[in-house]
T-cell receptor
Framework: EAEVAQSPRYKITEKSQAVAFWCDPI?????LYWYRQILGQGPELLVQ????????DSQLPKDRFSAERLKGVDSTLKIQPAELGDSAMYLC??????????FGQGTRLTVV | AQSVTQLDSHVSVSEGTPVLLRCNYS??????LFWYVQHPNKGLQLLLK??????LVKGINGFEAEFKKSETSFHLTKPSAHMSDAAEYFC????????????FGRGTSLIVHP
C-alpha cells in the first residue's frame, strides 16, 4: 500500500541550530502539505504545494522557515534558527486533486 | 473561509456503549468533510469522508457520520465502543470550489473505560 514517507521520525536539536525534514508523497499526488501539530492541538497548515508551486504559505513563519519542492515530487521543510517554541510534530500529507489527504507518520521535533 | 468546531475536548464512555463525537463546520462553498483518528505518536488515519454523495457515510472500524447541511454538522458515531477506539479524533473540512485546504478542528480525545 502506498504511503507518505517522512524522515527523520524523531529529531532533537539545540536552539539556534538548523534542522530539516524530508517528505516523499504518494506517487502521482500533485498536492503536498506540511502541517505543524503542537501537543494537544489540531494540525495547522504551514504550506501547500501544487506540483512545484506554493499555493498557500500564509501561516509559514518566513523569517525562519522555508519549504521547497523543486521537482514537484519530494519536499524539504527547514527551520533556521530553531527556537524552543518550534517543538512540535511536523506532518506531511499528499492528495490527488481535491480528495482526502494521506498523512505520513510525522517528525517529532524537540528543541532544547 | 472554512472552519471546524469540535464541541467536546474529551469524551469518556464505557466499553460496549455508544460513541458520539460532535463536529460543526463553516464553509463558503460545498464542503468535503472528513474524520481522522490519531493514536499516540502516530500519524493520522482516515476514518471516513463525505464528498457530496450519500449523507450517511460509513467508515472503518464500525464508525459512521451523517452530513446535515441544515445544522452544519458532521457528527461521528459508533454503536459500541471498544478499548482500541481510545485515541484523538479530528474533524476536517475542505472547500470544494474554494482553496481546497484541509482545515482541522482542535480534536476530541476519546477515553474508553473497561
Amino acid at each position: 500500500e502506498a504511503e507518505v514517507a517522512q524522515s527523520p521520525r524523531y529529531k532533537i536539536t539545540e536552539k539556534s541550530q538548523a534542522v530539516a525534514f524530508w517528505c516523499d508523497p504518494i506517487s502521482g499526488h500533485a498536492t503536498l502539505y506540511w502541517y505543524r501539530q503542537i501537543l494537544g492541538q489540531g494540525p495547522e497548515l504551514l504550506v501547500q504545494f501544487q506540483d512545484e508551486s506554493v499555493v498557500d504559505d500564509s501561516q509559514l513563519p518566513k523569517d525562519r522557515f522555508s519549504a521547497e519542492r523543486l521537482k514537484g515530487v519530494d519536499s524539504t521543510l527547514k527551520i533556521q534558527p530553531a527556537e524552543l517554541g518550534d517543538s512540535a510534530m511536523y506532518l506531511c500529507a499528499s492528495s490527488f486533486r481535491e480528495t482526502e489527504a494521506f498523512f505520513g507518520q510525522g517528525t517529532r521535533l524537540t528543541v532544547v | 473561509a472554512q472552519s471546524v468546531t469540535q464541541l467536546d475536548s474529551h469524551v469518556s464512555v464505557s466499553e460496549g456503549t455508544p460513541v458520539l463525537l460532535r463536529c460543526n463546520y463553516s464553509s463558503s462553498y460545498s464542503p468535503s468533510l472528513f474524520w481522522y483518528v490519531q493514536h499516540p505518536n502516530k500519524g493520522l488515519q482516515l476514518l471516513l469522508k463525505y464528498t457530496s454523495a450519500a449523507t450517511l457515510v460509513k467508515g472503518i472500524n464500525g464508525f459512521e457520520a451523517e452530513f446535515k447541511k441544515s445544522e452544519t454538522s458532521f457528527h461521528l458515531t459508533k454503536p459500541s465502543a471498544h478499548m482500541s477506539d481510545a485515541a484523538e479524533y479530528f474533524c476536517v473540512v475542505s472547500d470544494r470550489g474554494g482553496s481546497y485546504i484541509p482545515t482541522f478542528g482542535r480534536g476530541t480525545s476519546l477515553i474508553v473505560h473497561p
